[in-house]
């Protein structure tokens, strides 16, 4: 017989933000979860989120948490390097047919949803239609997803039912659809217009977890604050830009701990801590929001967080060279070194008026503020040497990687200025250039009030300085800054993207025309590289595609669409008490995967 638990969730009226679990209106079937509420990982975020609804977010933050609470299709093998996608929620890697056009997937029995109030007291097993209603909900023109380019143009008669919702103001997620069939419970059949090659990939996409129709319904413009999944969490508290509590799902199935190891000396170690055990063994995580690197730092050393990447600022306290200093090796912290399969650049806007634009000048100006960024400046002040110059937009570690490729923007201020004088940058009495029709230049910088972002201006600055433009750093925080970029609102703003799936696209998406406010926060728009970008994805692996790739780089080059700066070296330092990480390079919410000795 189950046990029976009482539990409401319950909110700060009228606006809902502020949530937790409090006592009893709905019963929770609290056997399946293996998870120990004893058993708590400390974990920080270095940035906050804009709330847990994928749908409406392409926040790294949102979507690491939103990963721990809902699942996919497919998910990844946690050890196996390169990342190796392996069923989630599916029985089994899809059936695939029609040329690669159709794939079958069959839906595990079983796996419930969280307890909600928007589920009436009843038990929700998760079946087919709630993928096709979660792919509907990325389309829907009412929604504006950020993620929507995923999907666009993809799945066989999407496109009509997109364009009559435009018309009538209202999608139709009952209207049957060819390409998005679930001919039983269990089963879900999916029917693409043309093969892609990368379609697999973008089952295992965060994004994409379960969602329950009744839960949108129910909590409507306010999900975002109420996420509900399958995953081994659930939300329990949520305190926006502050602090965030998940814990143990009760409906969540559980698993056995049994991967494989690569051969490395960490994943023997990894399997001989926690080979056989039912997971998750990890019953609470308590995540708060520090996003200056000191303060996250001292947390971090008054064991008030158990893992997190070392601030750059922290390095040479701890780390002899590539390795720990003998005084953390004492306290039993332990060390993990990962290149992020990521970039680090700063966007200049396509469609803004100063700097925007694709005739020779403004590409000119364009071309001349990026050769004033010194990269090994970031290296060495901001980095402290955990980075390594990015070359091209797909990093090391992803598919279309070229490790010979190098970039032909260099840092070369004496150059830029020659650029400059050319197309009739004028300097002005006072040292700083005008525009060729001699209207005032100021590049306006967005930015954030964390010290890695003041030495990223000072960077700036000086670089700005010798070729005479002046710069306004505008301060705001990571959440508003993204909006404004998805908005197409911010003319230089420095960000960076991390593997979303192992493969180029991922990177190459972000400077696709179409996808403007989805992704391509820089508003880049290049008929030749979209040309590159069309037939690449027509391509299947191999090398063809990946020539292509060094070609999408040169055009991005030749038009200056981003600064590209690094690919960053991430140190994670974990305290002896956490058994089981290994950073991986797609999944984020590992604390599924942990277990915590008790100390």
Not at 207 to 218: H, K, L, N, P
Not at 447 to 474: C, H, M, P, Q, Y
Not at 558 to 574: F, K, S
Request: aromatic fraction near 10%; charged fraction near 25%.
């Amino acid at each position: 017989m189950r046990n029976f638990k009482q539990l409401k969730l319950s909110c700060i009226a009228p606006i809902m933000l502020i949530c937790s679990i409090a006592s009893a209106t709905f019963p929770v079937y609290a056997d399946n979860n293996p998870a120990d509420p004893s058993k708590v990982v400390r974990a920080v975020l270095e940035a906050a989120d804009d709330g847990f609804d994928p749908v409406r977010t392409v926040n790294v933050y949102s979507n690491w948490i939103a990963e721990a609470i809902s699942e996919r299709l497919l998910t990844y093998d946690y050890l196996a390097r390169p990342a190796k996608l392996v069923p989630g929620t599916a029985e089994a890697m899809p059936e695939v047919s029609d040329g690669g056009k159709t794939y079958v997937f069959h839906i595990k029995k079983g796996i419930y949803f969280a307890p909600d109030p928007a589920f009436k007291g009843v038990r929700r097993e998760l079946t087919a239609q709630d993928y096709a209603y979660t792919f509907k909900r990325f389309l829907d023109p009412k929604n504006r997803s950020p993620s929507a380019n995923v999907l666009q143009g993809k799945i066989v008669g999407m496109d009509e039912l997109i364009a009559k919702a435009q018309k009538t103001g209202r999608f139709d997620y009952d209207a049957p659809l060819a390409g998005l069939q679930t001919p039983d419970r269990y089963t879900l059949r999916i029917v693409l217009n043309a093969p892609d090659y990368n379609f697999l990939y973008l089952m295992g996409f965060t994004a994409f977890g379960a969602q329950a129709r009744e839960v949108v319904d129910a909590y409507g413009d306010q999900s975002g604050a109420h996420p509900v999944g399958t995953g081994a969490y659930m939300l329990q508290k949520y305190v926006p830009r502050s602090k965030i509590v998940l814990v143990a799902n009760p409906e969540y199935r559980g698993y056995t701990w049994d991967f494989k190891s690569s051969g490395s000396a960490w994943d023997d170690q990894l399997v001989h801590d926690m080979k056989g055990k039912k997971m998750p063994q990890v019953g609470r995580v308590e995540i708060s929001i520090i996003e200056e690197e000191q303060s996250r730092w001292l947390a971090f050393q008054g064991q008030q967080i158990d893992l997190d990447y070392l601030p750059q600022a922290a390095a040479p306290t701890v780390l002899d060279g590539k390795k720990l200093k003998q005084s953390f090796l004492d306290q039993g912290i332990r060390l993990n070194t990962v290149a992020e399969p990521g970039v680090v650049y700063t966007f200049l806007n396509f469609k803004d008026p100063v700097i925007g634009g694709s005739s020779l000048e403004k590409n000119a100006l364009r071309r001349a503020i990026a050769m004033s960024y010194n990269v090994q400046d970031e290296i060495s002040q901001v980095r402290l040497g955990l980075a390594v110059k990015a070359e091209m937009p797909i990093p090391e570690g992803v598919e279309g990687h070229d490790p010979s490729y190098r970039s032909s923007i260099a840092y070369d201020p004496a150059l830029a200025n020659k650029l400059l004088d050319r197309f009739g940058y004028k300097r002005g009495a006072d040292g700083y250039r005008t525009l060729p029709d001699g209207q005032p230049l100021t590049l306006k910088i967005a930015t954030e009030a964390s010290a890695i972002n003041v030495v990223f201006s000072e960077i700036w600055k000086r670089g700005l300085d010798k070729i005479g433009i002046r710069a306004d750093f505008r301060v705001s925080n990571f959440a508003d800054n993204l909006k404004a970029a998805t908005e197409c609102k911010l003319m230089m703003w420095n960000g960076s993207w991390t593997a979303d799936y192992p493969e180029g696209d991922d990177f190459m998406q972000l400077l696709y025309g179409p996808n403007v406010g989805q992704g391509n926060n820089g508003c880049y728009s290049s008929p030749a590289f979209d040309a590159l970008y069309v037939k690449a994805k027509a391509m299947p692996p191999g090398p063809e595609r990946n020539q292509l790739y060094i070609e999408m780089s040169r055009q991005m080059e030749a038009d200056t669409a981003w600064v590209l700066t690094v690919q960053r070296l991430r140190n994670w330092l974990i305290r002896p008490w956490i058994k089981g990480f290994k950073r991986h390079p797609i999944l984020q919410a590992d604390w599924q995967y942990l277990d915590v000795e008790k100390h």
